[in-house]
């Protein structure tokens, strides 16, 4: 079955930039999707089809997907962009989430 | 606005079933095709079912493939997900999620409810 792999958590200072990596086989030949979801809540899409942010995302968030490779990018976090992030990918009928990552922001 | 509002969940005993409803507004339900996701205590993501808009096609995880049903009653603006011989792993808080248009493969999910959370335990 398909996989996605996600560092387990990410640290980033207010107002630095916060990558986010999402692998799997020959994921550049899928659409990437990423989710926000912070505690007690339901998640959030903030990035689709790679690069593309539905509206009411702040611009500080940017999607890219190349090789194996999706990465969600966060410029200038801050304090309510810590939560945990999902990618998501359709293979073979099936659609997979990847193992997520919690985003501290210190 | 859209909106989806899960109902159904509750503490049901290994073996036994449930079923979930999720009600839809703010959108033209029988335009879209719904899924269902879930997620376990303490866990991540999991992808559950999918209905096309007009109930046609089905697809399922294998982790509940001959088990759970996904339906839609576009008259109610109703989806549904019928879970039979539930097993303590299929705990979880279970939402529904909508999909952006017709197409229901190789997509994503642009709007999700609140959720209903499913124990299975005796």
């Known amino acids: 079955s398909y996989e996605l792999t996600q560092p387990p958590s990410v640290s980033v200072s207010p107002g630095q930039t916060a990558s986010i990596t999402c692998s799997g086989d020959?994921?550049?030949?899928?659409?990437a999707s990423w989710y926000q979801q912070k505690p007690g809540q339901a998640p959030v899409l903030v990035i689709y089809q790679d690069t593309k942010r539905p509206s009411g995302i702040p611009e500080r968030f940017s999607g890219s997907n190349s090789g194996n490779t999706a990465t969600l990018t966060i410029s200038g976090t801050q304090a309510m962009d810590e939560a945990d992030y999902y990618c998501q990918a359709w293979d073979s009928g099936t659609y997979v989430f990847g193992t997520g990552t919690k985003v501290t922001v210190l | 606005q859209v909106q989806l509002v899960e109902s159904g969940g509750g503490v049901v005993q290994p073996g036994r079933s449930l079923r979930l409803s999720c009600a839809a507004s703010?959108?033209?339900?029988?335009?879209?095709?719904m899924h269902w996701v879930r997620q376990a205590p303490g866990k991540g993501l999991e992808w559950v079912a999918l209905?096309?808009?007009?109930?046609?096609?089905?697809y399922y995880a294998d982790s509940v493939k001959g088990r759970f049903t996904i339906s839609r009653d576009t008259s109610k603006n109703t989806l549904f997900l019928q879970m039979n011989s539930l097993r303590p792993e299929d705990t979880a808080v279970y939402y529904c999620?909508?999909?952006?248009?017709?197409?229901?493969?190789?997509?994503?999910?642009?709007?999700w409810g609140q959720g209903t959370l499913v124990t299975v335990s005796s």
């Open positions: 209905i096309s808009y007009d109930g046609s096609n089905k």
């Open positions: 703010g959108f033209t339900f029988s335009s879209y095709g």
């Open positions: 020959r994921l550049g030949n899928k659409y």
């Open positions: 999620a909508k999909a952006p248009g017709i197409a229901v493969t190789d997509s994503y999910f642009d709007y």
